[in-house]
């Protein structure tokens, strides 16, 4: 295909062949116009459109990859997020994962809290477990919200741990009771889903957090998600 300058080149010598001027000069008759097309046909084309390969993370310190040492607050060096954007770096990754963030406390700002991604995962809700409550009370209507943004939500379960001081029988069963839940809401309201519990085994830093090597399985949980949810992302 002639270049944008080869095209109005032939243009003017056309014109000139013919008598007249090109464009932009002028003589007794006054300027000579150039069809519209053929300015059109001379614009470069633009580029295809990429693809939107944006996500917002809502979670606590499982997604933030935050745990406990020695009652400092630290954070695995390929914490989700940054291993997300590691091993897909076509995404644009708005994290506001915050440690010990409840289900509830997301909820209570998430109706105004401004969101331009294309996808929002949510994995907040294991502390509603542990403390005897369920996440149902506010994960449906979060999932209605997203999509009448227009936008894709992805659920998560709920990572594993072991029996410790501080992880009681009640706490675990908790766990597995809302994880239950999430995956049949995801499953009855056609929702994205992220299976943190089957990313074993269970490896913990402290009580309650998973060593380096286990958020490391359950980010690869999540990127799997996000690559069923929107595959052209996963090969920019």
């Known amino acids: 295909m002639k270049s944008a300058s080869a095209t109005l080149l032939a243009v003017s010598m056309a014109l000139s062949a013919c008598g007249g001027k090109s464009a932009g000069t002028t003589d007794a008759a006054g300027p000579v116009p150039v069809a519209p097309a053929v300015i059109a046909a001379a614009q470069p084309m633009p580029d295809k459109a990429s693809p939107d390969c944006s996500v917002v993370l809502y979670g606590d310190s499982i997604l933030n990859g935050s745990y406990v040492k020695e009652e400092l607050s630290m954070r695995h060096a390929r914490h989700p997020a940054a291993e997300l954007k590691a091993q897909r770096p076509a995404w644009r990754i708005d994290d506001r994962t915050v440690p010990g963030q409840s289900l509830a406390k997301v909820a209570k700002g998430f109706h105004n ?124």
């Open 113 to 236: 809290d401004p969101r331009d991604a294309r996808v929002v995962v949510i994995e907040s809700g294991i502390a509603e477990g542990w403390s005897g409550g369920t996440v149902l009370t506010h994960l449906p209507w979060m999932i209605e919200a997203v999509r009448f943004e227009g936008k894709i939500p992805v659920l998560t379960g709920y990572s594993r741990q072991t029996p410790n001081d501080f992880m009681t029988p009640d706490k675990l069963a908790g766990r597995d009771r809302i994880d239950d839940e999430a995956k049949r809401l995801a499953r009855d309201m056609d929702v994205e889903f992220a299976d943190f519990g089957s990313a074993g085994p269970v490896e913990l830093i402290d009580e309650v957090h998973p060593t380096e090597d286990y958020s490391l399985r359950l980010t690869a949980k999540l990127i799997e998600a996000l690559d069923r949810v929107a595959p052209e992302c996963s090969h920019l």
